[in-house]
């Protein structure tokens, strides 16, 4: 198994997130080397001026909680964040659209890939797994990947449940070799993150880094 830290990415689920929070946040993932960290576009500034020269990725979330927003609100955002330093965006899939049976919410993650690639920028889909039945988690799944999603993410942390490795397995049977996945959502420990990566992952999405990362280090 490759190191630990590689996979995970840091972020904060508190309802209200100051700057210190953030400060916060790159300063834990310098100190134990993370692959990056998540922060809602607000404090993206911010966040990029303390990453400094770190090696560290900046990560945010487009279309948050659910992917309501119209899809030319939701380019607007990806274009306001890669001009804010964002590396990677985490794009919620149009939900109600998926649900409703309309072909827009592929549309709408082509036209997200399309606008993040341009700019050669990482488009992570989140699918929302906890509202989704499994014949529904291979659909979304197989449709962000065909639309030009460099990731599929299993949630936003914000539903009933997160990620579990029977659906990170039931994603990776059903993608191209080229898609990741991202799992995040309910990753609170070392055994949890071994099994997400054990099943699929490519990456970890947990607020629980810090805990993780120092029981890795004893272990």
């Known amino acids: ?11 904060n689920l508190k309802p209200v997130i100051t700057d210190k929070d953030v400060d916060k946040l790159v300063a ?17 500034k911010r966040a990029k001026r303390e990453i400094g020269n770190s090696n560290i990725s900046l990560v945010t979330v487009i279309g948050f909680p659910l992917g309501y927003q119209l899809t030319e609100t939701r380019l607007e955002e ?20 998926f649900k409703s049976g309309m072909e827009w919410f592929k549309i709408d993650i082509a036209k997200a890939a399309k606008c ?3 700019q050669q920028k990482i488009l992570k889909v989140i699918i929302e797994t906890a509202y ?35 659906h990170i397995k039931l994603i990776k049977q ?29 990456r970890i999405g947990t607020s629980s880094s810090v805990a993780i990362m120092k029981d890795y280090l004893l272990s």
């Open 1 to 11: 198994m490759n190191e630990i830290n590689l996979y995970l990415e840091h972020t």
């Open 28 to 44: 834990e993932a310098k100190e134990f080397n993370l692959f990056g960290i998540c922060v809602p576009t607000f404090w993206l």
């Open 78 to 97: 990806i274009k306001h964040a890669v001009a804010m330093g964002a590396d990677e965006l985490d794009l919620v899939m149009n939900i109600s659209a």
């Open 116 to 118: 993040c690639h341009e």
């Open 132 to 166: 989704l039945s499994d014949e529904e988690i291979v659909k979304a799944s197989k449709a962000a990947a065909d639309a030009g999603a460099d990731f599929i993410k299993t949630s936003t942390g914000l539903a009933p449940a997160g990620a579990t490795p029977e």
């Open 174 to 202: 059903n993608i191209p070799s080229s898609t990741g996945i991202k799992a995040s959502g309910g990753i609170k420990t070392l055994n949890d993150v071994k099994a997400m990566i054990e099943a699929g992952a490519d």
